[in-house]
């Protein structure tokens, strides 16, 4: 049965920007960027709003819902009362460019700077063999569907944007625990160390596992407890174990 | 190339967020503060820690190595002098077992969010001006977990020792009383709690990238990551037991009231 809904949305760009209210009708088992769809096709023709497939596995359509970091396109209207005010934003980490949406090039550039998985010397694509046991744990994190909600939650670069430069954010740590875990990445024979990478370039020590990238994540990736916390203990064998740099061999 | 560091346009309130976000970090701040208040209580109480008829020794006094436990307390010897009154037995061992929860992943997590709202809640704007996380000192101190994980071992395997000790009847012989039965459930959280260590996890399997060709850890491993999706409930419950335990033999030592026996 339809309702009138009461939604409040974010309008402005980079410069200035408000809360602006609207009632959306709203049907029953309908989501939030149903009424966002609604919106615009009936009172705000010029609402910015990104989005794709609808079905929470492109990423695009990441916004605030009440405060919180979610997928639109995933957030059903049933989780609000009828005559509660829904509030959607743009991402707070992010740049505006327009209503809901968000500059994320922040996330690109910093995708640039993980260097590229590194197969052994001689072994063409095609001709990559190895055990599900071996390569499950980098398989969860290849479920990544690259909606930034992790990098959006994280406070810090949500709230110290001064960190931008120094910290690579949960998606790209996760990326360098993935490659550093693979069983066939040769990164460290051609004289690459992932781990210390992650602590020096990529900001791994600025990560305080406080886990809310974990609770945002629409793919139920366990971020801290298995990539970021892994990783972190690898830098630990590396540089603040002594006991265990002695017994260490070339390659487990 | 270096990322765009612009702030979104977008200042707005602290957070939007509807929900009672402050609840959770409420309930841990006063957790966390009532275990911290009653340990120190306790410690500085030094008395009523060993019941000697039943052979049971507080957790909190395990093991007792200085020169002023009271008499049978010391299973390990006193290599420890008396230092004075206002230094009782715990101070030797405490801080190691305190060291391990405080640098433990899950309650690093619990203390930053309810104590230093770093952040208070997810999506909830925290009070700092500057933020290094754990790349400085003194939290990059916290990568010594590994280590108190170790003595952590030692201090379970003793509580073990106290737990098999408390299978004692008054009278000699093999007994069981219900403070028994609560030190078994103690240590059994307490090896849960260690043994789902996310350090512990990594030192048996998790520094390894090819598990098939050690069949063993990988199984270890297995088990270990199995434990450790539980290991905020184990932390929790196991605080918790060490608290009543300790509250129990402090209770029967007094004289409070005697300890039920099932078996005698």
């Known amino acids: 049965m339809g309702y009138q809904a009461r939604l409040r949305v974010w309008r402005g760009d980079s410069e200035s920007g408000e809360l602006r209210d609207?009632?959306?009708?709203?049907?029953?088992?309908?989501?939030?960027?149903?009424?966002?769809?609604?919106?615009?096709?009936?009172?705000?023709?010029?609402?910015?709003?990104?989005?794709?497939?609808?079905?929470?596995?492109?990423?695009?359509?990441?916004?605030?819902?009440?405060?919180?970091?979610?997928?639109?396109?995933?957030?059903?209207?049933?989780?609000?009362?009828?005559?509660?005010?829904?509030?959607?934003?743009?991402?707070?980490?992010?740049?505006?460019?327009?209503?809901?949406v968000c500059d994320v090039s922040y996330n690109y550039v910093k995708a640039r700077e993980v260097p590229a998985f590194t197969p052994p010397e001689g072994l063409e694509p095609g001709e990559y063999r190895m055990q599900q046991r071996d390569v499950e744990r980098s398989q969860e994190f290849r479920k990544c569907i690259e909606c930034f909600l992790c990098q959006d939650t994280c406070h810090v670069i949500r709230d110290h944007a001064e960190n931008k430069e120094a910290f690579s954010g949960p998606r790209f740590l996760m990326r360098?625990?993935?490659?550093?875990?693979?069983?066939?990445?040769?990164?460290?024979e051609r004289g690459g160390d992932r781990p210390e990478e992650s602590r020096g370039e990529h900001g791994l020590g600025m990560c305080n596992i406080t886990k809310c990238c974990t609770d945002v994540c629409p793919e139920h990736i366990r971020i801290t407890d298995n990539a970021l916390i892994p990783l972190k203990e690898r830098v630990a064998d590396r540089r603040y174990d002594p006991i265990l740099r002695f017994f260490r061999r070339k390659k487990e | 190339m270096s990322a765009p560091t612009t702030t979104s346009g977008q200042r707005r309130a602290r957070t939007l967020r509807t929900d009672r976000w402050w609840l959770p970090p409420l309930g841990t701040a006063l957790g966390l503060s009532a275990f911290v208040i009653y340990g120190l209580v306790r410690t500085f109480m030094n008395q009523w820690y060993w019941a000697p008829d039943q052979h049971y020794l507080a957790p909190f006094f395990s093991p007792c190595l200085s020169e002023a436990c009271v008499p049978g307390a010391s299973h390990l010897g006193t290599p420890f002098p008396d230092l004075a009154p206002?230094?009782?037995?715990?101070?030797?061992?405490?801080?190691?077992?305190?060291?391990?929860?405080?640098t433990c992943y899950y309650y690093r997590k619990a203390y930053y969010r309810?104590?230093?709202?770093?952040?208070?809640?997810?999506?909830?704007?925290?009070?700092?001006?500057?933020?290094?996380?754990?790349?400085?000192?003194?939290?990059?101190?916290?990568?010594?977990?590994?280590?108190?994980?170790?003595?952590?071992?030692?201090?379970?395997?003793?509580?073990?020792?106290d737990t098999v000790l408390a299978f004692q009847g008054v009278n000699g012989g093999f007994g069981i009383g219900l403070g028994t039965l609560l030190m078994v459930v103690n240590v059994v959280l307490l090896?849960?709690?260690?043994?789902?260590?996310?350090s512990c996890r990594h030192l048996i399997g998790g520094r390894i990238n090819h598990f098939s060709k050690h069949p063993v850890r990988y199984r270890m491993w297995t088990w270990v990551s199995g434990l450790n999706g539980r290991h905020m409930s184990l932390a929790w419950a196991s605080l918790v037991s060490v608290a009543l335990v300790d509250l129990y033999v402090m209770l029967v030592a007094a004289g409070a009231f005697p300890d039920p026996r099932l078996i005698n």
């Open chain 1, 22 to 100: 609207y009632e959306v009708e709203a049907e029953e088992g309908e989501v939030v960027l149903d009424l966002l769809h609604r919106l615009q096709a009936t009172r705000c023709p010029d609402l910015a709003v990104r989005w794709n497939c609808k079905a929470g596995k492109c990423g695009s359509c990441s916004a605030e819902v009440n405060g919180r970091p979610r997928l639109t396109c995933m957030t059903r209207m049933s989780l609000f009362d009828p005559d509660e005010v829904v509030t959607v934003t743009p991402m707070r980490t992010f740049p505006v460019i327009k209503d809901l």
């Open chain 1, 176 to 188: 360098v625990a993935e490659l550093e875990m693979h069983p066939l990445d040769d990164y460290a």
């Open chain 2, 86 to 102: 206002w230094v009782p037995p715990p101070v030797f061992v405490l801080p190691f077992v305190l060291g391990f929860r405080l």
């Open chain 2, 114 to 161: 309810a104590f230093w709202a770093a952040p208070p809640a997810c999506a909830v704007t925290e009070p700092h001006r500057r933020y290094t996380g754990e790349s400085r000192f003194p939290l990059i101190l916290q990568n010594s977990h590994r280590y108190f994980f170790y003595t952590a071992l030692l201090v379970a395997a003793v509580l073990t020792y």
């Open chain 2, 191 to 198: 090896w849960a709690y260690t043994l789902s260590c996310h």
